[in-house]
């Protein structure tokens, strides 16, 4: 159970173990540069770059992080300054590879933790449970529950939480 409630939430929000991108990463942030790329120019304008990172990130790029991203990236006969599709790949592949596996399980357990109270309840679990996998049982989030507050104090503490994140049947 521990294995699957890892693989349901680090998947729900695309935590990974591993710093090297995958090709099925790789053909996302390809198809993210051609839906931004929507006049086919080849190239990203600072505009359309900082919807393409939110798309991808969940974030909008600071202005520091943009001017970053476009420096020296200026077309030849262009006037705009635009990011092509290969150094857009490079730089979010880059992006990928670096994310901290530590945060993004603290940020998953924020998004759960909807009261802010430091700790899940078995009806924070029902509701996540009943969202991104509404096809399991409704006796699962209790089972799970029980697996995962493993002091029994009726709580899944974040110290709880980051130990099944981090669980891995392979280790």
């Known amino acids: ?13 695309k935590l990974t173990h591993t710093k090297q991108v995958s090709e099925e990463e790789t053909r996302l942030i390809s198809n993210i540069f ?16 900082k919807f393409a990172v939110a798309s991808l990130f969940g974030y909008k790029p600071s202005k520091f992080e943009v001017d ?16 092509g599709l290969q150094r857009f790949t490079e730089l ?3 992006k990928l590879s670096s994310r901290d596996e530590d ?8 998004a759960l933790d909807l009261q802010c109270r ?9 509701r996540a449970i009943s969202e991104c996998a509404p096809h399991m049982p409704p006796c699962t989030a209790l089972t799970a529950f029980r697996e ?10 974040y110290k709880d939480f980051e130990f099944i994140m981090k669980y891995d049947l392979d280790d």
Do not use: P, W
Not at 34 to 49: I, S, V
Not at 119 to 126: A, G, I, M, P, Q
């Open 34 to 49: 051609h839906q931004y790329d929507e006049t086919q120019k080849g190239y990203l304008t600072r505009g359309e770059l």
């Open 148 to 157: 995962l507050d493993q002091d029994c104090d009726g709580r899944i503490s």
């Open 92 to 94: 979010m592949s880059a």
């Open 1 to 13: 159970m521990a294995a699957l409630f890892g693989k349901v939430f680090g998947g729900m929000f």
């Open 118 to 126: 430091g700790f899940l309840t078995v009806e924070d679990l029902r």
């Open 68 to 83: 970053q991203m476009m420096e020296n990236n200026t077309n030849k006969g262009q006037e705009e300054q635009g990011v």
């Open 103 to 110: 945060d993004e399980i603290r940020q998953i357990f924020l």
